[in-house]
């Protein structure tokens, strides 16, 4: 029977004995990740037949499990069953959704045409190299160049990390700034806030990476990520000023520059279906963009 319970940074050291042997390519799996969104998702986890099982809400208010991580083959089948009854009792519409490339093949092997397989073009990843976001080089990133080398140009800015004395907590100020100036009472971004507090409280325990901008010492732009292995590291969180030119551009390639040029991908995540996000990343222009998908049996 599945009972499920709510994350907390308590379970941190549970996630970690299940992901640490998992390379995922996508965002979804990051333990930080279901921090900032344990609420806002309504996320929670059981262990079932020797694998963690996590159900969660997408946007559009949908219950799913997420791909079973640390069964093995003999048990697939058991859990599957087992996730399937749970589906049907509750009335969710799909059975998986945030599936990664190598979990949708073995079930494909498994289930042949007896699975139903769709692209969840809204929340696909978007994946830069390093080296590019650090050089901005080339013909398709040079606007993003002008922009910073504007930024430099015209504006008194320090750089601060997070383990300088009163950062962390100026970047909660800052995160709930810009909340205010800019949610519209989204209530998502305000599960998003609540995230970024969290997060930021246990930083050091996350070992999360991050920045503050300062302009004319007053905190204008804040970043956080981390190193999830050795080819990837993810930006979950970017907020800076609008009235700022270039303050974007220079915040994403000083944090790079700084943290992210021993591994050769970034992970920006997703857009969400927002037609301004989608913009903004595709302007940075992405190595690729790593598929989810949405899979019903």
């Known amino acids: 029977m599945l009972e499920f319970k709510e994350i907390t940074i308590e379970d941190k050291d549970i996630f970690d004995k299940y992901l640490k042997d998992y390379k995922f390519k996508t965002s979804e799996f990051s333990f930080t990740s279901f921090l900032i969104w344990r609420k806002g998702c ?22 799913h499990f997420m791909q079973p991580i640390g069964y093995s083959r003999e048990s697939l089948n058991n859990i599957i069953q087992e996730l399937e009854k749970y589906k049907e009792e509750n009335n969710m519409d799909y059975l998986f959704k945030d599936v ?21 073009v809204d929340n696909f990843d978007y994946i830069y190299l390093s080296e590019k976001l650090i050089n901005l080089s080339g013909k398709k990133l040079h ?51 609540e995230g970024i507090k969290e997060i930021l409280k246990y930083a050091d325990i996350l070992n999360l990476k991050g920045i503050a901008v300062y302009i004319n010492n007053i905190i204008s732009a804040f970043t956080i990520g981390e190193i999830v292995n050795e080819s990837m590291a993810i930006v979950h969180i970017e907020k800076g000023r609008k009235d700022v030119n270039g303050i974007y551009v220079f915040i994403n390639k000083t944090f790079v520059e700084r943290y992210c040029s021993e591994v050769t991908y970034v992970n920006r995540e997703q857009d969400l279906g927002i037609e301004g996000l989608r913009k903004a990343k595709m302007s940075y222009k992405p190595v690729k963009l790593e598929k989810k998908y949405c899979i019903n049996i």
């Not at 996320?43 to 159900?55: M, N, P, R, S, V």
């Not at 190598?102 to 289930?111: P, Q």
């Open 143 to 193: 606007s993003k160049k002008n922009h910073y080398n504007n930024f430099v140009k015209n504006y008194n800015y320090t750089v601060k990390d997070f383990s300088e004395d009163g950062v962390i907590e100026e970047c909660v100020l800052a995160a709930q700034k810009w909340y205010d100036e800019n949610s519209n009472g989204d209530v998502y971004l305000a599960y998003e806030l």
């Open 42 to 63: 309504d996320i929670k986890y059981c262990i079932y037949d020797g694998a963690l099982i996590i159900k969660k809400k997408d946007f559009n208010g949908k219950y």
């Open 100 to 120: 990664e490339d190598a979990f949708k093949e073995e079930l494909r092997k498994i289930y042949g045409d007896n699975i139903k397989i769709g692209e969840d």
